[in-house]
């Protein structure tokens, strides 16, 4: 196998990401993974861009705004799967000024809201379908003169048989490959529907009864959804599908005949302390990129930048 310079490790969205930004920036690049990028959980996520689960911290803020415009102007440009959609977000709890990720979208604008409600943020959020985005980053890569190798490693040394410097973009796995006990599974499950007409995102995520959102796209809904930190299965679950579906449509009354077309279930690779986006202390060949658990689109291009950087630095 020829030498690359880099060697991304994972095919999920923050993998491709990065190898593209790499490869942009004049490296040559290899991506090694487990799974086909299309059978990466990546694949399972709604993806509409949102900062889910994730802290108030400047790195995040940054990467989340820096994505935002990215995915805009592939909206703008006709990039496959990705669209900018209009927004709604249901609160319950006291309106206290904008949240901290406000400044990221740009267009957030408030308005009162009728019990059981206390405002309703609106904004526009960019949405990517995962299935053709996938397949288009896959395509760009390739077209520049990357490569994609299906290869499940047992350590990050044996990286280094492919290039002198590796990233370390393999999600869930790094809490074996990278021994760090912060990364933990939290397991989503949403129900995809034939699509009535919807054009817009809503939001409820103060639903006492779970975690609520109804994202539209070309030919289908996605219903979501649960977090369900430190579960590792993705068994069906009829009863959590059902109460899904009820969510959904008291929030969207419009769902209520819409034929189920199937259900996805997936984990997410979280991580107590946030994203892990550093050079390795042990080694410097060696950046961590995981961790970014549901938001990992909403994070990925900014997230990629920042890689990019420490990775054409050592």
């Known amino acids: 196998m020829t030498k690359a310079d880099v060697v991304v490790v994972g095919g999920g969205v923050v993998g491709l990401t990065t190898a593209l930004t790499l490869q942009r920036r004049g490296a040559h690049v290899t991506v090694l993974t487990a799974h086909d990028p299309a059978d990466t959980v990546s694949t399972v996520a709604a993806a509409v861009w949102y900062p889910s689960h994730t802290e108030a911290d400047p790195r995040v803020l940054r990467w989340a705004r820096d994505t935002h415009a990215e995915l805009r102007r592939q909206a703008a440009d006709g990039v496959p799967g990705v669209v900018d959609r209009p927004t709604r977000m249901w609160l319950r709890h006291r309106y206290a000024g904008p949240p901290w990720w406000a400044d ?71 809490g074996r490959l990278a021994a ?40 289908d809904v996605v219903l979501g959804g649960t977090y369900q930190a430190g579960v590792g299965h993705t068994r069906p679950d009829p009863e959590e599908a ?26 997410r690779p979280a991580r107590h302390g946030g994203p892990r986006v550093e050079v390795d202390p042990a080694d410097r060949r060696l950046v961590h990129a995981y961790g970014h658990g549901g938001a990992g689109v909403t994070l990925s291009w900014g997230c990629a930048a920042e890689v990019a950087d420490l990775a054409l630095s050592v």
């Open 104 to 174: 990221a979208c740009g267009d957030l604008t408030v308005e009162p809201a009728q019990p059981p409600y206390t405002a309703l943020l609106r904004f526009t959020a960019p949405s990517v379908e995962m299935t053709s985005y996938l397949a288009w980053l896959r395509q760009r890569l390739e077209a520049g003169g990357g490569r994609i190798v299906r290869r499940a490693l047992a350590a990050l040394a044996e990286a280094y048989e492919v290039a002198p410097v590796v990233v370390n973009a393999t999600g869930l796995a790094a």
């Open 180 to 219: 760090d006990p912060a990364v933990f599974p939290a397991r989503g499950h949403v129900l995809l529907v034939a699509n009535p007409g919807l054009t817009v995102s809503v939001r409820d995520e103060d639903d006492p009864a779970g975690v609520t959102y109804v994202h539209p796209r070309r030919h």
């Open 242 to 267: 059902a109460a899904i579906r009820r969510r959904c449509v008291a929030l969207v009354p419009q769902l209520a005949d819409a034929p189920l077309l199937g259900e996805r279930i997936g984990l």
